[in-house]
């Protein structure tokens, strides 16, 4: 099929997860729209992708896509990010394949910092262990909560990462909470005034609270290991609502059973989901969610909005501010011709 028929015709675009009615609708009314067979993962969800690709011309993405996706034949047009991380999809072959490639950023970096914030909350005032108390009728649990309990205010939080995410946690920490605020961030000089650069070593020996809020690259793959964590109190907290990679995660096991950092919540992890076998299961200093930090009302309604009206713009030939590989079109230029 031409380039020029395809545009004539309705287009077809895929969604690998299901977005809300609202945007599924918006993207219904100009487009057919696909929805991969729900409950598919790993291998099966690969296949199904690797076996519909030929035949759609736009994709919008919530799960992590196989690698050779886009070597196979394809009349893709557009690919969308239900999200901000493109660690889902590998970009470089889109941009080789002449694909554009875009995300939704800032719709769920609000939703994301709330759950960090949260976090900080749950884990300084024990919330899970007098849970477990109030449950198991021990309610004398009660008179150890001043020894094992702190407060926000006047500690320090260290974040890493400074986008969108990281700048909304450190609004509600500074000016919510009176903490005292760190950063370390790739353009030190773009910190407002309240919040002090900060190299990595250094970040993790003053911090009491460590956010995690950095994108997923070759430079942050791991970053996290047992040499940074040694800089650690053995009272700080480390909060991931990132990407798990960015944590080696065995590093992070041993300096928690060992007393060298105090704590851990942890949205994300290196494998999807957690193996039932993980020893992070058995650690009582961990809280675990099933990455769901950017995961609220709100945020799944700005993300599936954005993403299906990116979409949209994508297959009129139209090159909305938010691809995230612009040199794309320097592959196949006459695709928009």
Not at 38 to 46: K, Q, Y
Not at 179 to 201: C, D, F
Request: charged letters at 20%; a neutral charge; proline letters at 6%.
């Amino acid at each position: 099929m031409t380039q020029a028929s395809r545009v004539a015709s309705r287009p077809l675009v895929l969604l690998t997860d299901a977005i809300v009615p609202e945007a599924h609708a918006r993207l219904a009314a100009n487009a057919d729209v696909e929805l991969l067979p729900p409950g598919l993962i790993g291998a099966a969800s690969d296949q199904a992708l690797r076996d519909r690709i030929a035949q759609v011309d736009g994709l919008i993405v919530r799960r992590q896509l196989p690698g050779d996706l886009f070597e196979r034949e394809h009349r893709l047009r557009a690919v969308v990010r239900h999200g901000v991380g493109v660690d889902f999809i590998p970009v470089d072959r889109a941009t080789a394949h002449g694909i554009p490639v875009a995300n939704t950023p800032d719709t769920n970096s609000n939703a994301v910092a709330e759950f960090a914030v949260s976090a900080m909350l749950a884990m300084t005032r024990r919330l899970a262990t007098f849970d477990d108390a109030v449950r198991d009728g021990d309610w004398n649990r009660r008179m150890i909560a001043a020894e094992q309990s702190r407060e926000l205010r006047g500690s320090t939080l260290g974040i890493i990462g400074f986008g969108a995410i990281g700048r909304r946690v450190a609004e509600i920490a500074g000016a919510g909470f009176g903490m005292k605020l760190l950063a370390h961030t790739s353009t030190p000089s773009k910190l407002p005034p309240h919040v002090a650069p900060a190299e990595l070593s250094e970040l993790f020996a003053r911090s009491d609270y460590i956010v995690l809020a950095c994108p997923l690259t070759a430079a942050t793959r791991g970053m996290v290991n047992k040499t940074l964590l040694a800089h650690a109190r053995p009272t700080t907290v480390l909060v991931n609502v990132a990407r798990g990679p960015i944590i080696q995660q065995a590093d992070l096991i041993d300096a928690l059973r060992s007393g060298t950092i105090g704590g851990a919540v942890l949205d994300v992890f290196e494998q999807h989901p957690l193996p039932d076998d993980s020893p992070l299961r058995d650690l009582r200093n961990v809280l675990l969610t099933p990455h769901i930090a950017g995961l609220t009302q709100d945020a799944s309604m700005a993300m599936g909005l954005a993403a299906a009206d990116t979409m949209l713009a994508l297959l009129r030939g139209e090159r909305p501010r938010n691809i995230v590989n612009p040199e794309f079109n320097a592959v196949h230029q006459e695709t928009f011709q």
